[in-house]
């Protein structure tokens, strides 16, 4: 809910919507207020915050505030990216007398034929009790699908890219329903250079710089492609990333091939995965979904995801830490199918994506219960 109003001298009635959309259900978004110093003008901070809502709160007292470049109120253009966006408008009006610049916004706002029904208010109380009663009400009506947990569980079974590797699947999707990002985006040459930057920072290391991309796009989304040639330090890294337009991210990467220990590993490769480096891959998904998630919804509209994974192509394999080349191996007898971390998708908030360690512990935990990792 994007509460739009001046800001000086106006703050004890901010606060009294901040208190009364908290009350009545809802989520308030004051910039000013709430949001940290941002590498954008305050005008396009103002408008993204309201592309990000659901709903539009509007409060107008006596004064209409700065007017932008374009000659509109700041509040004004606000407003008119709302009723763009298709957004509930719910206009509050301060019960005093008003400068021409906000008397002119107020009768646009609450015109009789093109404006929207409003609620008058004389102190922050009375305010507060009339937006707590508003924001109930919409929240009983506004609808907010959920994702249905089959999608992303399906999406795990499909075929797996890597036929001759031990790989790693990692899905996550917002757990709410919309379109993340636009679908044009996804072909353009911006959205191709974000991905691949974010994959190769030094936090992240999903990719490797050492390594040829391939991209481009179909009717399943966004599709980078890490090939599999060898590499100058002889290691073996596919990485294939799947992005939709509904903002579900799909990662395969293979997990055998990695890090080699001893001069001759072929068997120990062809024998055993090490823990170390499914942990590394899982650790790489997770920062690289958090931080573009942090990209391309910079104001929290998805914050909960639902997330699974799988092992898959494992064959005769066993997880070990650090491990080293011998003569004998363990070949464990096991089906051909992959092996699930949850039985359901489990929920995460974006948070826990920058710092994943706990989630990496818990699955690894899964898999040592399910695979006896040694």
Same mark, same amino acid.
Request: aromatic residues 6%; charged residues 30%; proline residues 3%.
């Given at each position: 809910m994007f509460v739009s109003s001046i800001v000086r001298d106006f703050k004890a009635f901010r606060e009294a919507a901040r208190r009364g959309i908290d009350k009545g259900g809802g989520? *308030?978004?004051?910039?000013?207020?709430?949001? *940290?110093?941002? =590498?954008?003008?305050? !005008? &396009?901070?103002?408008? %993204?915050?309201?592309?990000?809502?659901?709903?539009?709160?509007?409060?107008? =007292?006596? #004064?209409?505030?700065?007017?932008? *470049?374009? =000659? !509109?109120?700041?509040?004004?253009?606000?407003? %008119?990216?709302?009723?763009? &966006?298709?957004l509930t408008v719910l206009a509050f009006l301060q019960d005093c007398g008003r400068d021409d610049e906000a008397q002119t916004l107020a009768d646009e706002v609450s015109d009789y034929v093109s404006g929207h029904f409003r609620r008058t208010f004389a102190s922050s109380e009375e305010l507060e009790e009339e937006v707590r009663r508003a924001i109930a009400e919409l929240c009983a009506n506004l609808e907010n699908p959920e994702l249905d947990m089959t999608t992303l569980q399906d999406t795990l079974e499909e075929p797996h890219v890597f036929q001759h590797d031990a790989s790693v699947r990692v899905v996550f999707a917002p757990e709410r329903v919309g379109e993340v990002i636009d679908p044009v985006t996804l072909d353009s040459r911006e959205f191709k250079e974000s991905v691949l930057e974010i994959g190769?920072? !030094? &936090?992240? !290391?999903?990719? &490797?710089?050492?390594?040829?991309?391939?991209?481009?796009?179909? %009717?399943?989304?966004?599709?980078?492609?890490?090939?599999?040639?060898?590499?100058?330090?002889?290691?073996?890294? *596919?990485?294939?990333?799947?992005?939709?337009? #509904?903002?579900?991210?799909?990662? %395969?990467?293979?997990?055998?091939?990695?890090?080699?220990?001893?001069?001759?590993h072929g068997m120990l490769d062809q024998s055993v995965i090490a823990v170390e480096d499914i942990e590394d891959v899982l650790a790489a998904c997770f920062l690289f979904c958090g931080d573009f998630y942090k990209k391309v919804d910079r104001y929290g509209r998805y914050n909960s995801l639902l997330y699974n994974l799988v092992l898959a192509n494992l064959g005769y394999r066993t997880l070990e830490r650090n491990p080293q080349d011998r003569n004998t191996f363990t070949m464990p007898m096991r089906d051909e199918h992959p092996v699930h971390a949850f039985d359901e998708p489990r929920r995460i908030v974006r948070q826990s994506l920058e710092a994943p360690e706990g989630e990496i512990r818990r699955i690894m935990a899964i898999f040592d219960r399910k695979l006896r990792i040694s």
């Open positions: 989520e *308030p978004i004051l910039v000013n207020e709430d949001f *940290p110093a941002l =590498g954008e003008s305050s !005008r &396009n901070a103002c408008l %993204d915050g309201v592309d990000s809502a659901d709903a539009y709160l509007v409060l107008i =007292g006596a #004064r209409g505030g700065y007017t932008a *470049p374009s =000659g !509109r109120l700041v509040v004004g253009e606000e407003y %008119d990216r709302a009723k763009e &966006n298709g190769h920072r !030094r &936090n992240v !290391r999903l990719f &490797n710089c050492e390594r040829g991309k391939e991209c481009r796009v179909d %009717d399943r989304g966004f599709i980078a492609f890490q090939d599999e040639h060898s590499s100058g330090r002889g290691t073996h890294e *596919p990485v294939r990333v799947e992005i939709s337009d #509904r903002g579900s991210i799909t990662i %395969d990467a293979a997990v055998t091939g990695r890090v080699h220990r001893g001069k001759d």
